[in-house]
């Protein structure tokens, strides 16, 4: 192939359009990376109407790692302490089948879990839905984004009646105060941070507003960063309406007509006024009222969250309380206004409207809905009642289903759960007791192959065609531009491939993925995600783009209905329903139309912090990393940016227990222990230390976030508080020997075949 290819980059959930071109390409010299390699040339695609041309390190650097140790063959073992041995696809397929058969009747299809991704296309969530949620009749198929956005589709859905982001990005540039909570953007969408902060710095009368227990390059930019303790934004949030509400900056017109439950929700923040949250939070009231002045005052308020909100035992409550504060000033369906989550993944987006998640079936449809179900058979023409009415195992049980003896087959794909996954120890441990772990990954080592049984070579980014969406539900086509390594094939090939040996010949009869997604679609038809009006013809000729996109040009518009008092609302309102946002008729998608205002007190964190272990640990990501290094780690310019792990830790704590800068210290928690260089900064708030989540096994020695933390999740997103957890700090120097025996690890992980550190 001589000529550049446009495509999205398969890092961040920012989704910035890339153009992506050979080594060697007629009329100029060879591309290199550092080693001197020949390597695909990656630059920002101007045409890409989410990043108009802007990438961050990480797109700007991935083709360094396309080549760099790939799984090329599909290996097994008979038991984690054998070698691996190179087999055919079809001896691998073979025991694949031959143990879903076994399970099914020895235990039933429940016995059968497949644990996806985000990184996923959405060709491959959907193949993979009809093959374990349809032909299989189990909802055991959850993804990586449970420990990352259920939260915000958990929030959305019970406050609007559906999933689905409202805002866009051109909202960066009209809002007059963007409020940014539980989100590193500088660091994580740094193309959105670029687009907010340019026009912040443009418009002076905007404002930015950074609620973070710590100081981040996002908080530095900020007018006004409010540090408040970990967990207490519900307290926060209240405490903003509890002013509005004294200052009547509230809009009651609105509130009448296009919202519910509003006097619970009022009689709940008349409990938090400022002196009680300033406390509860840690922060100055002069903050919080300034906070309260800029929602006040502002015409337009747009709301960016992400992990600080999501990862927490109560983030689906915390979702909603921000979503309060859009409803109660009509910070919602208009220009620059908007409670907008930012997903992490680069098709975190598609995996929800493919149903990708344990409790959702594709379309924006729910397992629990008999007729969601009805609709999904016919489309997959199986028989009624194919489909399961029970949400399957969410990611955390289908760990304990191991612990239980429960899951018979653990199916693993395109996520590194020997990283992610929270309190490590115990999951390790778990995937220890698995009877057969299939493992679907593009490279190798990486942690989680070590407990695999059998490992199949995905082909990734760039070597299969497939779609991706972005935070702002805008869709671009990923072409295949380079040859697949070894034997490695597209998951939704793998997926198809088993389907069919299982006797579901007609089910995964596709030629191509443009056959899948045109299949894919048909899901969803009049659903608030409808794509119909999608195809890859279109994408080819005309670009990215953005949903709802019916075939017929779009629903009616329901203002039409609307009158009197809704009608004067809209005088002024200068956009007409559809388009770049949901909501802008101010009907939502609940049965009667209007949006529900929640009542939540706080609860504050799963564990705090207390005599034992009186600090709080929270967790996350740094600028050039990629969660668990498995590219990033391959990329020289990122690991001299990041070459190490560390943890953060406030001046007046470190002086307390005489830890020195760069000192190594051991973090301690109820559930495991690591150790780190000692990285003493104000940027994080005394009594939080903060520890950057990408060092697996295979990158450090016991460096690993998750040994620390717990799986205390959501009741209602079942996302784990992945954010907080109380630690102890010990210096390493006053460890006695006694305790300095103990190992670090307490379960036996398996040797790795070799180890890049
Ligand atoms: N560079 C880089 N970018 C990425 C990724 C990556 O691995 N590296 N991963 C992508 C993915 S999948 C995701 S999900 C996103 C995550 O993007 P972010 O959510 O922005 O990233 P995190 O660093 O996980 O956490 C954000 C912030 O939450 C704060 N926080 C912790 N506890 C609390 C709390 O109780 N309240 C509040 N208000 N804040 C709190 C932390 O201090 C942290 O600064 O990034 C995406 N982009
Ligand atoms: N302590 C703590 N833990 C966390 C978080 C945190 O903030 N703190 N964040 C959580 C969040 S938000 C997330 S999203 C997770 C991320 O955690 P993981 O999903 O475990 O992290 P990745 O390193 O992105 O793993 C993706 C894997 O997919 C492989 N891969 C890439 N492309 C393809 C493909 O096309 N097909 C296949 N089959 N494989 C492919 C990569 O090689 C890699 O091994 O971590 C979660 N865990
Ligand atoms: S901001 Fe996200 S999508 Fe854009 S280049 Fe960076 S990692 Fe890729
Ligand atoms: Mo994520």
Redesign the pocket.
Known sequence: MTDSVKTLC?YCGVGCGLEVSPPAAAGRATHRDSQGNPIWKVVGDRSHPSSQGMVCVKGATISESLDKDRLKYPMMRDSLSDPFRRVSWDEALDRIVDRIRTVIATQGSDGICLYG?????TE?YYVAQKLIKGCLGTNNFDA??R??MSSAVAGYIQSFGSDGPPCCYDDLELTDCAFLIGTNTAECHPIVFNRLHKHIKRDRKAKLIVVDPRRTKTAEAADLHIAINPGTDIDLLNGIAHLLMRWDKIDTLFIDECTKDFPAYAEVISHYPPELVARKCGIRIDHLEQAARYWAESERVLSLWS?GVN?SSEGTAKVRTIINLHLMTANIGKPGAGPFSLT??PNAMGGREAGGLAHILPGYRSVKNPQHRAEVERLWELPAGRISPNPGRDAWSMITGLETGEVGLLWI?????A????DLERTKAALLKSPLTVY????YP?ETAAYAHILLP????GE?TGTMTNSERVVTLCPQFRLRPGEAKA?WEIFAEVGRRLGFVEQFNFPDSAAVHREFVQATRNRPCDMTGISYDRLQQEGPIQWPCPLDGGRESTSTQQSGILSNLFKGKEEKPKGKRLYMDWRFNTPDGRARFAAYHSKGLAEPADETYPFVLT???LYGH??????TGRIEKITKMHPNPFVEIHPRDAEKLGIKDEDWVEVRSRRGRARFPAKVTKAIAPGTVFVP?HWGALWADNAE??SL?HPEACPDSLEPE??ACAVRLVPISAISEADAEKPVQTSSAPEYASTPK
């Not at 679907?440 to 490279?443: G, I, K």
């Not at 995905?458 to 980014?461: E, I, K, P, S």
């Not at 990629?626 to 590219?631: E, L």
């Open positions: 398969p991704s985000g990184q996923f296309q491959d990586n984004s420990l990352c992990m990862q992490g993944q794909a395109a996520t590194n759960p990283v992610s996954m929270p679907q990954d593009a490279y990486t995905a082909a990734q980014w299969k998951d967790t996350g990501r990629w969660h668990t290094q498995t590219r989540m976030a998750n933390t992945l954010k």
